[in-house]
Antibody, heavy 119, light 112 residues
């Protein structure tokens, strides 16, 4: 069974940092592109970042470029999102999801982890 | 970025009756490879999104056949032939033809 389990969310002050993890099971992430998508409370879905199968290609939404870094450890079957210089508008549930190579879209999603940026 | 719009944004339906959601894109979603990467996601209350339909009309594994997708170019439709209680939630269209991928605002389906 395909599973994605996010962790690392929590409350952080503006300007702070947080590292999210996404542990995969039931499949090998080295065969997939992996994405982060976020959803602010009561709002819609917004794509954040994606990484190709070996991590050599990474892409970001304009709103997080230069502040967030996606990475992966294929040996550990785990995806990461390092978030720096956090702002109140980054408050959201962050989902990781897998996809086949572009233009493939995310098919399996994790349950999400909540990040709250507030003083 | 491609702007996705949906209508209606709220859709009260009667159990057993059909439902239809429209999705429009600000530009054609036909990819240079000839395919159209328009997808539909369902998000039940308190759950993460689940992909229902990919490439306009292909149902994902395990998706009931009462769900169907259609359309071309810039206009797309998700239809539920007979709404069941478990279909309550928010439905999002998403395009992946022009990256970054963008989602519609969502259509909330609930029972009358």
């Amino acid at each position: 069974e395909v599973q994605l389990v996010e962790s690392g969310g929590g409350l952080v002050q503006p300007g702070g940092s947080l590292r999210l993890s996404c542990a995969a099971s039931g499949f090998t992430i080295s065969r997939y592109w992996m994405h982060w998508v976020r959803q602010a409370p009561g709002k819609g879905l917004v794509w954040v970042s994606r990484s190709n199968s070996d991590g050599s290609v990474t892409e970001y939404a304009v709103s997080v470029k230069g502040r967030f870094t996606i990475s992966r450890d294929n040996a550990k079957n785990t995806l990461y999102l390092q978030m720096n210089s956090l702002r109140a508008e980054d408050t959201a549930v962050y989902y990781c999801a897998r996809a086949i190579a572009p233009p493939g879209t995310p098919d399996y999603w994790g349950q999400g982890t909540l990040v709250t940026v507030s003083s | 970025d491609v702007v996705m719009t949906q209508s209606p944004l709220s859709l009260p339906v009667t159990l057993g009756q059909p439902a239809s959601i429209s999705c429009r894109s600000s530009q054609s979603l036909v990819h240079s490879d000839g395919n159209t990467y328009l997808n539909w996601f369902q998000q039940r209350p308190g759950q993460s999104p689940r992909r229902l339909i990919y490439m306009v009309s292909n149902r994902d594994s395990g998706v009931p056949d009462r769900f169907s997708g259609s359309g071309s170019g810039t206009d797309f439709t998700l239809k539920i032939s007979r709404v069941e209680a478990e279909d309550v939630g928010v439905y999002y269209c998403m395009q992946a033809t022009h990256w970054p991928g963008t989602f519609g605002p969502g259509t909330t389906v609930d029972i009358k």
